[in-house]
């Protein structure tokens, strides 16, 4: 049997705000809290969790991986997560993409694609 996806562990300064952040995106619920790791999943298997674990490290440059959300209607979505605490951020991405860049509360960039 191979290897099934389990779960993204993102380093975050507060495991406990950055969880319940990507929680509330995702309308996944919190599986495990405690003061260095929470970690948040949907209520079938079906996508991998995402598990935060407390650093002190800063987090220095672009990320080398990242999450990709595909919504109904993105442009709703992009100001929803904004809403939220997301802010738009620049990568190189340039002006000609169909998808739109935003970085969490802590930094962590991820893209909010057109609706396919």
């Known amino acids: 049997m191979g290897s099934r996806w389990y779960s993204v ?7 406990g705000r950055l969880g319940r952040w990507w929680a509330e995106v995702l309308d996944y619920h919190i599986t495990h809290e405690d003061e ?4 948040v999943a949907p209520a079938t298997p079906e996508h991998p969790a995402l ?6 490290d800063p ?3 672009k990320n080398r991986l990242h999450i990709d959300l595909n919504p109904d209607d993105r442009d709703a979505e992009v100001e929803r997560l904004v809403n939220m605490g997301a802010r ?6 340039g002006d000609a993409v169909d998808w739109i860049v ?4 802590e930094g962590n960039e991820f893209c909010v694609l057109r609706a396919f």
Do not use: I, S
């Open 88 to 93: 738009h951020v620049d990568v190189g991405q």
């Open 36 to 39: 260095e790791v929470v970690a």
């Open 102 to 105: 935003l970085a969490d509360p």
């Open 59 to 61: 987090k220095l440059g």
């Open 51 to 56: 598990v935060f674990v407390k650093v002190d």
């Open 9 to 15: 562990v993102v380093d975050a300064f507060d495991p």
